[in-house]
């Protein structure tokens, strides 16, 4: 009998010290989750200039002077190119969740993309069962878009090689509404009307029905990237990188 309240006060104990751990690692979860999402917003701002000492250019706005494409999509072949590419709203999210579990290494997030937008001239060769060339003005969007998921990492062994190492990466991403607003795609602009809404129809089912292709293909190609990226630093050698300091 004796024996065995001891064992419960030692049970006892020692749940209190888990809470207690528990607890510990809650607190430094949220202050490490809100120093990243400091830091994202430092990207944010820093995306106007890009990150020149890395070859990153400014992407809010992107832009591109010439970029040829060449796509070939079962019967449908299209080759030529965009002149005066810019991309907006790169930088216009909103950090809706940077929720950090330092027990389970994981870090859950979501983004809220008012607007994701491109516009452009473009000229086509557009070859089918026909041939014709195209151009003319473009403008694309995705909005409402939301992009979440989470990425699990490793932190290694504390004192010795404490380096990160991604583990997988999820994403989801859902778009409410596509624009597509591509000129002279047809010299009837009920016809090119109607092409836009199949485009804009053909981009809301490719990004929202191959949500589990993608978090494939990421995970399966992103990870080792990140990795090889990320080479020997620490999560504080990252963070001192993007925020210069
Ligand atoms: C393009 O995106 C930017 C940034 O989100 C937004 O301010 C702008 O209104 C969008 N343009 C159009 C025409 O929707
Ligand atoms: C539409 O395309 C034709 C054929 O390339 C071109 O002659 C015409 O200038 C274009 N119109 C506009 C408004 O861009
Ligand atoms: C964004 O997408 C995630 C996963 O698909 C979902 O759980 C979340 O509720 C969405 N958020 C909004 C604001 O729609």
């Known amino acids: 009998m004796k024996s065995l309240s001891l064992v419960a006060i030692i049970l006892a104990l020692a749940a209190c010290q888990g809470a207690e751990v528990a607890e510990k690692l809650g607190a430094q979860s949220r202050s490490i989750a809100s120093i990243i999402v400091d830091t994202l917003e430092l990207v944010k701002v820093q995306m106007v200039q890009g990150w020149p000492q890395y070859g990153i250019p400014p992407l809010a706005p992107l832009q591109l002077k010439h970029k040829e494409f060449d796509l070939n999509a079962g019967e449908l072949h299209a080759k030529g190119a965009f002149d005066d590419l810019t991309v907006h709203g790169l930088n216009e999210f909103e950090i809706k969740i940077i929720d950090l579990n330092l027990l389970l290494s994981r870090l859950k997030f979501e983004f809220h993309f008012a607007s994701l937008n491109v516009s452009t001239q473009y000229q086509a060769d557009v070859g089918a069962n026909y041939r014709m060339t195209r151009n003319g003005g473009a403008f694309m969007a995705l909005e409402d878009l939301n992009i979440s998921?989470?990425?699990?990492?490793?932190?290694?062994?504390?004192?010795?090689?404490?380096?990160?190492?991604?583990?997988?990466?999820?994403?989801?991403?859902?778009?409410?509404?596509?624009?597509?607003?591509?000129?002279?795609?047809?010299?009837?602009?009920?016809?090119?009307?109607?092409?836009?809404?199949?485009?804009?129809?053909?981009?809301?089912?490719?990004?929202?029905?191959?949500?589990?292709?993608?978090a494939d293909w990421l995970d399966s190609t992103v990870t080792p990237i990140c990795n090889d990226m990320i080479g020997d630093r620490t999560i504080k050698d990252i963070i001192g990188i993007i925020t210069g300091s």
């Open 149 to 214: 998921g989470h990425i699990k990492y490793s932190t290694g062994i504390v004192g010795s090689n404490n380096y990160l190492r991604i583990k997988e990466i999820i994403v989801n991403v859902v778009t409410g509404n596509v624009v597509s607003n591509i000129e002279n795609l047809s010299k009837y602009r009920i016809l090119n009307q109607k092409i836009n809404e199949i485009i804009e129809e053909f981009i809301s089912l490719t990004v929202n029905d191959n949500t589990e292709f993608f």
